[in-house]
């Protein structure tokens, strides 16, 4: 029965036993978000948050990132009281370039001091800008500045659109 069974496998048959290892290896597990409820989301749909290890369907993770996003904070777990912040590089799969740019944005202005932010006059543009960038860009006293993103000309001084000689 030995050599029967090393033969039978050397031709590819599986018998029962190893039929089912090989079976029970490429089940998905299944698991339940705790957000949306569903408990029928295979653990490869599911998206763990690294700082803290809470799981959550890829789903619910895309519109919590953009509802906060759109409403001008920084994407957190979605784990009521849990403080952990979502990581861009970690969420970087699930955004679209859209959001990308608005966390990147968010980042950016989180990190600016709130007395140095200076944004673009330009309502199509509203690009963030340090103070201290804008005074090295040009002499301080004719207040003429160019935004860093739009190339759009504007005074510094009445935060708006360039005005010759007035």
Known sequence: MAKESKTTAGLGVMLDDEYKTSME??????????????EDIGSDVMFAVDK?????CINCVKQHIEVKLLDGTTPSCLQHRCKSQLSIDRCDKLLT???SLMWKQRIREDSTPFTER??????????????TELSTTCSESSGFRTCFKCSGSFCVKCKVSWH???
């Open 52 to 56: 803290c290890g809470h799981w959550f």
């Open 97 to 99: 370039p859209k959001l």
């Open 164 to 166: 010759h000689r007035l």
């Open 118 to 131: 200076f944004y673009c006059p330009n309502p199509r543009c509203s690009y963030l800008m340090s103070k």
């Open 25 to 38: 290896a490429k089940e998905v597990k299944k698991e339940t978000c705790v957000i949306c409820l569903d």
